[in-house]
């Protein structure tokens, strides 16, 4: 049976031409494979052909990666030290619907065939919704900067949302009032309403 390094290394070699074709090549492998612990994971990491020189901060880069007892495997790329998922490319660029994960990465990591056909799922996506990517359009990575910020945004006004609920069931009017004050661009209904009823619960006191 072959170990998991050997299987990436294997599936590896058979997927490095379709990333050839984009005009990429195989800078480095990193595998680590330690018994008995969760630290066990490979990538193979792929820059950009180019007659051109750039400096290492713009070079263009594409990594495979897997870390199967975490149940982790992504396709990465970007510029340089910028790094950004197939996840967030899909969620800005596809118009397609994501194909669902087919094998137990558990059973995988040591299966050749079904290993390869994991990753060329992702390279799939990828080559679907990388066109500014592959063209070296940089406004992409402003695009996908601002849709960072604004998940960012959403998933910290999610948790001072939940903070605030709590407080009005608990009747605590001031740390209402001081939780939603500053997101009132970004209140619902409800929140405004609960807003409006701290505020005239502390004034009447």
């Not at 970007?78 to 558990?106: A, D, H, M, Q, V």
């Not at 299966?111 to 063209?135: H, M, T």
């Not at 939603?180 to 619902?188: G, T």
Request: charged letters at 30%; hydrophobic letters at 35%; proline letters at 2%.
């Amino acid at each position: 049976m072959n170990t998991f390094t050997q299987t990436f290394k294997t599936v590896e070699e058979k997927i490095n031409p379709q990333i050839t074709k984009l005009g990429f090549k195989l800078a480095d492998i990193h595998t680590s494979e330690t018994q008995n612990t969760m630290a066990v994971f490979a990538s193979a990491n792929y820059i950009e052909i180019s007659k051109y020189f750039f400096p290492k901060c713009q070079k263009r880069f594409i990594s495979l990666n897997i870390a199967p007892l975490r149940l982790n495997l992504s396709l990465d790329f970007g510029w340089g030290e910028k790094s950004y998922t197939i996840y967030e490319l899909y969620e800005l660029e596809g118009n397609f619907k994501f194909p669902e994960r087919r094998y137990n990465l558990y059973e995988a990591m040591y299966d050749e065939y079904q290993l390869q056909a994991e990753f060329e799922r992702l390279l799939e996506v990828f080559i679907g919704c990388s066109n500014r990517f592959l063209s070296n359009d940089k406004t992409l990575e402003h695009d996908l900067e601002e849709q960072r910020s604004r998940k960012s945004i959403i998933s910290e006004n999610e948790i001072i949302f939940k903070k605030a609920e709590k407080a009005f069931k608990n009747q605590l009017w001031g740390e209402v009032v001081s939780l939603l004050s500053d997101k009132k661009k970004y209140l619902n209904n409800l929140n405004q309403k609960r807003l409006q009823f701290a505020k005239k619960k502390i004034q009447k006191k």
